[in-house]
């Protein structure tokens, strides 16, 4: 067993916060405030405030600390995290007890999007390869692009250089002010980090990421042109999948259990009920959400699943309206019943 389960293992365990006041709050982690899981987090907490139902979105280093809270800290029932974590987790979970305890009781609650992932460079990096012996950002240790940053290199065995371990908002002015050769950055696009002008086509691009070895273990994706200001022609991606977890609480214990249940059944029904609505008003990525594409391995919590009843109540406050195989295969059904699909 590789020595990287065992630190995250250590990790998750170790990102355990002390309980708060009595009173149930809602949270959703997010992640940094330029990135895509923020904006959605957002147009969640609208969703749940236009029910009366005020959800805290909270600001993270990624999905690491998003995995790890939605486990570990009170008031905490809602996470966004990639696949690749999750399937990475998985992978070792078997292997290690620490690993084992560090995911235990964190359920699905959706499956949203495709997130590319972006890296940013000179425009002589021509390929991932040649980041060997350069200097260049790959997030916070804490974050998923950290981590995905860290296989993708592993898998093509780039060696040399110098890692950072920087959020990809810190590390945009050191690359363009020349401290940085390039950066990691796992985001959906468009990602309002390089919606900026100050971006110099002629000096820095995407650059593209066709390697067979990684095809075989991410998704093939394309940044189309125009996607950025300095951006003029389209470039072959890999993408992971952007996940909400959420935990699976008693329904029927003591009253943060029951309480935490509810808000998680509230928010899945109202996601259902107004997907629409996200998909018209919110970040565009809510229109590639494929709420089918589970990912395998993980179990959908079950008040996400009272929630998705198509006749369940979230008791709205506010102006909101209600309308109307193996072990996920409820899900599915529910799934096309509230989505009314044949």
């Known amino acids: 067993m590789t020595q990287r389960p ?16 009595a009173d149930v709050e809602r949270n959703i982690m997010t992640g940094g405030p330029k990135g895509t899981y923020i904006q959605i987090g957002r147009d969640i907490a609208r969703l749940s405030e236009t029910c009366g139902k005020p959800l805290n979105v909270v ?12 486990r570990n800290r ?11 974590v999750l399937d990475y987790l998985k992978t070792f979970e078997s292997e290690d007890k620490e690993l084992q305890k560090a995911v235990r009781g964190v359920r699905i609650m959706f499956p949203l999007y495709n997130e590319e992932v972006h890296v940013l460079a000179r425009t002589e990096i021509g390929s991932l390869k040649d980041l060997a012996g350069k200097r260049f950002a790959i997030g916070k240790k ?29 590390a945009l002015p050191k690359l363009l002010s020349g401290e940085l ?35 075989a273990s991410y998704i093939p994706a394309r940044i189309e042109a125009g996607t950025y200001p300095f ?8 993408a992971v999948k952007a996940v909400l977890m959420t935990f699976e609480y008693d329904a029927k214990g003591k ?31 809510w229109k590639q959400v ?51 699909q044949p």
């Open 6 to 21: 065992l630190l995250i293992a250590a990790a998750l365990l170790a990102l355990v916060l002390p309980a708060r006041a």
């Open 59 to 70: 600001e993270s280093a990624g999905s690491l600390e998003n995995f790890a809270a939605v």
């Open 74 to 84: 009170r008031n905490t029932q809602f996470g966004i995290v990639q696949s690749d």
């Open 142 to 170: 804490d974050s998923g692009t950290f981590l995905t940053a860290s296989l993708m290199l592993d898998i093509l065995q780039v060696k040399g250089g110098e890692r950072v371990a920087i959020n990809p908002d810190e």
């Open 181 to 215: 050769d390039a950066l990691f950055y796992v985001a959906g696009a468009p990602a309002s980090l390089f919606a900026s002008a100050g971006i110099d086509g002629q000096k820095f691009h995407l650059v593209p990421v066709r390697e067979e070895p990684l095809l």
């Open 231 to 238: 951006q003029k022609e389209g470039v072959d991606a890999v």
């Open 255 to 285: 009253a943060y259990q029951r309480q935490s249940c509810t808000a998680v059944a509230d928010v899945s029904s109202l996601i259902l009920t107004h997907l629409d609505q996200l998909t018209q008003s919110g970040h565009p990525k």
């Open 290 to 340: 494929d709420l089918t594409a589970l990912p395998p391995g993980w179990k959908v919590g079950a008040c996400v699943k009272a929630g998705m009843q198509p006749d369940y109540d979230p008791q709205c406050k506010g102006a909101a309206t209600s309308g109307g195989e193996g072990e996920n295969d409820d899900y599915l059904k529910l799934l096309k019943q509230r989505l009314k």
